[in-house]
């Protein structure tokens, strides 16, 4: 933006060809050969990622000083080394696009295809293509529709959604925390224990806005966009890709509505929508409007708000309806409800002679008021019922296709698997349903090793025994919300 990046050779030039004219002993020498290469990649992967690193903290210095300006000039951000670094920072197995192309392959001639995409970019030549549609299975049954973007697209988003991160990063509330940097659903899920547990929180408004990723109205996005973004090749760039539409049974679609859920730039393109939709309205309605506490953390579409007076939440809930339907929105009817829940609402209930306060549902967990060994209000996590019996499923079809692998092959897959579920699930409350999850893997395990052969004797001593050998015990792999809370929001300067 502010004065443009001086290149350098050592970053732009071509990988020079091998020497001519080598001897033929050479060709035995690959091992030193192939030390060089990996030497001289590993040192322009790291000149790239200074380069960038550098690049992007003075647009952010700027970002953050000058909250009001305009950025007129930040398409030649979208450098060779912003390109090379957005490419290694995909994932290796994702599915390609309409193209075909696997990262494998885009790697194979990588400076060449980058050089060329690059020129492509700044000449106005490059042309966003189709996503592939793809569907994926929810916790409820449903599909999910995913758009897979081509290679090429997948590079030019990540390199120009770093630039705008660079930018949003520094006007972005500090209850959203869907899809940002540094920031994830543990995050959320700690802010909002502490905050219930913290204040005087007696109602839950726990709302879902209805498939957000396919409503956003692409007209209004653009119109946010021109907010922060006064470069108009930036906005021509996020115009090709929600322009390009989606490949489904050979029919390309286009519409005006939607983000493409699945594509690099989606989650960033959702939060500046909701920033500007809900954020900005919801922090100015909790300064203005509340009188009493109120709480809010937002994690993409999925918004949880606490308030200590339930005619308040009425009102806001009515308030954040129309809000919402001005932007072309709306609340799911069946996943937006107002509880009465907090450290008072099993002592009023009982008091009314209602039963046990109702629970709800935040990525993954269901949040439950409970009380410790000393009789103390303690809410507690439990891995939500729907989500658990979803992976069982999985576990259960994937076994099956590897049912005649060795043993110890399917021990190892197993050990990811269970691993990885820990490694999400396992926080403070939450044991019992660990210990549920890794005997129900045992109990799909066994079964699946008894029909391998109708005379197979696999009896549940050695079952255990296997494992025992292969999957990792349940323990406690997160800290306690407040306690990580705390590290992560230090209260003792004076500001806070």
Known sequence: ??????????????????????????LVERRAGAKGNVDQQSTRRAQDRE????????????????????????????????LRTAFFELK?????????????????????????????????????????????????GRQRPLAVAALEDKIVQRAT????????????VGFSYGFRPKRSQHDALDSLIVGITSTKVNYILDADIRSFFDEVSQEWLIRFLKHRIGDPRIIRLVQKWLKAGIL????????????????????????????YVFDLWAARWRRREATGNMIIVRFADDIVVGFEHEAEAQRFWNEMRERLQEFALSLHPDKTRLIEFGRQAAIRRAQRGLGKPETFNFLGFTLICGKSRQGRFLLKRRTRRDRMRAKLREIKEELRRRMHEPIPEQGKWLKQVVAGFFNYHAVPTNSDALEAFRYYVTVLWHRSLRRRSQKDAMS?????????????RPRILHPWPSDRFAVRHPRWEPSA
């Not at 050779?9 to 004219?21: D, L, S, Y």
């Not at 380069?51 to 000039?73: M, P, Y």
């Not at 005006?256 to 959702?270: D, F, I, M, N």
């Open 1 to 26: 933006m502010y004065g443009r990046e001086k290149s350098d050779p050592a970053i732009v030039a071509m990988k020079p060809t091998n020497k001519a004219g080598r001897p033929a002993a050479e």
């Open 51 to 82: 380069s960038v690193s550098q690049a992007l903290d003075r647009i952010r210095q700027v970002a953050r000083q000058r909250k009001e300006e305009k950025f007129t000039s930040l398409h030649h951000h979208l450098s060779i080394p912003m």
């Open 92 to 140: 290796r197995e994702a599915a390609p696009g309409v193209d075909g192309l696997t990262w494998q392959d885009y790697e194979a001639d990588l400076d060449r295809r980058v050089e060329d995409l690059h020129s492509r970019v700044h000449r106005g030549a490059y042309r966003a293509q189709p996503s592939r549609r793809r569907y994926i299975p929810k916790a409820d």
């Open 161 to 172: 959604v770093a630039v705008l991160n660079a930018i949003y990063e520094e006007d972005f």
């Open 248 to 275: 489904e049974d050979g029919v390309v679609t286009v519409s005006e509505k939607g983000t493409g859920q699945g594509s690099v730039a989606s989650p960033l393109l959702a939060n500046v929508y909701l920033h």
């Open 460 to 472: 549940w001593e050695r079952i255990g025994k296997l494992v025992d050998d292969w999957l990792p």
